[in-house]
């Protein structure tokens, strides 16, 4: 009776060590898919601040040029009725 409790135990013990591993398994999984994902959205972030950032530059630049053709403006209205 005692042999068969202690392999009852052994048995318990391998099925416990067993759910370990596959806990351990799935939860590795799991974390190296979520490196995978948090380098993808970094990627992503990094190519829109990029395109933001060139954005700002192209807007500084159209403004710039709308403020020269409003007074490029007002100096030929200027020479038109002067």
């Given at each position: ?8 135990a ?73």
């Open positions: 009776m005692a042999e068969a409790a202690r392999q009852e052994e048995a318990a013990g391998r099925e416990g060590h067993r759910r370990e591993a596959t806990a351990a398994a799935k939860a590795k999984a799991e974390l190296e898919a979520t490196a995978i994902a948090t380098a993808a959205t970094q990627t992503e972030l990094d190519r829109l601040l990029q395109q933001i950032h060139a954005l700002q530059q192209s807007s500084a630049l159209k403004e710039v040029q709308i403020m020269d053709l409003i007074k490029q403006r007002a100096r030929d209205r200027g020479t038109c009725m002067g």
